[in-house]
């Protein structure tokens, strides 16, 4: 069976740490990926990590997507990051409105996505294939989910190609989102993010801050298994393979990972859905 696959990575910050991503990619590119995104950090934190991984990557025969956030970045910067990418070849870019960093008071040259898309659609016209959010549960600064519905509506408006969704444990959430874009005219490609489940603690940080929503039987039951790790990996490669078989069989474009730098894990839930061969 053929399925379009990404994963995403995060800049390290040891060298330890980037060995072991090497050896991760390693991995995952058995599977033969569409591409590898690299995420960028809130104001462009990680802007000089996440260029260098970017270039290291290029020579590896596989497509890189860059993560680029508008929040908090001048329109120079990222002019200049942008003909950087096009001299390496990078032809495929995740175009974000991303968070302040901590202290930063003053938002930059642009305050959503969708001006970050155009800003590169005028600079660069269709050089591009341009990543964008999507979020099934609602962003969690959105006023309203018609509200959001809208923002997404005009990222694609203005020049988004595709969409990855931020992750999600409820597949009626991302079906519902789909249709919903597709009666409004909308027909871009909406790849399902999918974050495997490791740890617990860490998992409901991360659903605190994004807004992804962990439904309470899944809570109950991860809670209940304490610090047994081994239980907490098993439970969530059960439930994420139910929920892939589910999109699946919904002729959903893709699968996109969200690794947080492991290969394990997404590759235990794609081999179960017998993606690996």
């Not at 003909?83 to 870019?93: F, V």
């Not at 690794?259 to 690996?276: F, G, H, K, V, Y």
Request: neutral net charge; glycine residues 6%.
């Amino acid at each position: 069976m053929s399925m379009a696959l990404s994963f995403e990575f995060f800049p390290p910050n040891t060298d330890a740490g980037l060995e072991k991503l090497r050896q991760v990619r390693l991995e995952l590119a058995k599977l033969k990926p569409q591409f590898f995104s690299v995420t960028y950090g809130a104001g462009g934190a990680t802007r000089d990590k996440t260029l260098a991984l970017v270039e290291t990557m290029t020579g590896e025969s596989i497509e890189v997507a860059p993560h680029l956030s508008c929040m908090g970045q001048q329109r120079s910067q990222l002019a200049e990051l942008l003909d950087h990418y096009s001299a390496l070849g990078i032809r495929r870019i995740v175009a974000l409105r991303g968070d302040l960093p901590s202290g930063m008071v003053q938002g930059g040259e642009f305050r959503f996505a969708e001006d970050l898309v155009d800003f590169i659609r005028q600079r660069h016209g269709a050089q591009f294939h341009l990543e964008v959010a999507a979020y099934p549960e609602m962003h969690p600064q959105a006023s309203s989910p018609d509200a959001d519905l809208k923002a997404f509506i005009r990222k694609v408006r203005r020049g988004a190609s595709s969409a990855i969704t931020q992750y999600f444990y409820n597949a009626d959430a991302y079906l519902r989102f789909r249709d919903t874009v597709r009666a409004e005219g909308v027909d871009i490609d909406i790849v399902p993010g999918i974050m495997p489940i490791t740890n617990y603690t860490q998992l409901m940080r991360f659903s605190e801050s994004c807004g992804a929503e962990i439904p309470r039987w899944m809570r109950l039951k991860l809670a209940s298994y304490g610090d047994d790790r081994e239980s907490i990996r098993a439970f969530g490669r059960e439930v994420l393979v139910k929920m892939c078989e589910r999109l699946l069989k919904e002729s959903v474009p893709g699968l996109h990972f969200y690794t947080l730098n492991q290969d394990q894990a997404s590759r235990a839930i794609l081999d179960d859905l017998s993606l690996c061969s």
